[in-house]
């Protein structure tokens, strides 16, 4: 069905299709030693509707339950929505968690504490 580079990116599409009730593997992510694109796997019956759940645009924000509204983080270089992140650890200042986050358009890497927010 559709190939990514990395396994969080093919985990976050499973889950998307997965939500939507819709059956759905990753062929070959768990292979020791694997190097090379990810695939995610649904039904023939299923393609049409999975593709248009992955195709559907990166929303702008949207409601989280219990914490509120979340503001997507644009990429500061290309302005592009379709970004990811993951928490920094910083030995200056445990008390203000950062956010490493990466454009999957330009590719460009940025911290920022306050994104989303």
């Known amino acids: 069905m559709r190939k990514f580079q990395d396994l969080l990116d093919a985990s976050l599409a499973k889950s998307s299709i997965e939500s939507a009730g819709i ?5 070959d992510a768990y292979q020791i030693g694997h190097v090379g694109p990810v695939s995610l796997q649904v039904r023939r019956g299923d393609l049409d509707v999975a593709n248009g ?51 999957q358009t330009c590719q460009h890497e940025w911290q920022d504490a306050n994104a989303g927010a």
């Open 23 to 27: 059956d759905c593997f990753l062929a």
């Open 53 to 103: 759940i992955l195709d559907q645009p990166i929303p702008e924000s949207f409601e989280v339950e219990g914490v509120g509204n979340f503001q997507q983080p644009r990429c500061p270089a290309c302005g592009s929505l379709d970004v990811n992140s993951e928490d920094v650890n910083s030995a200056a200042s445990v008390d203000s968690a950062q956010m490493q986050w990466k454009c």
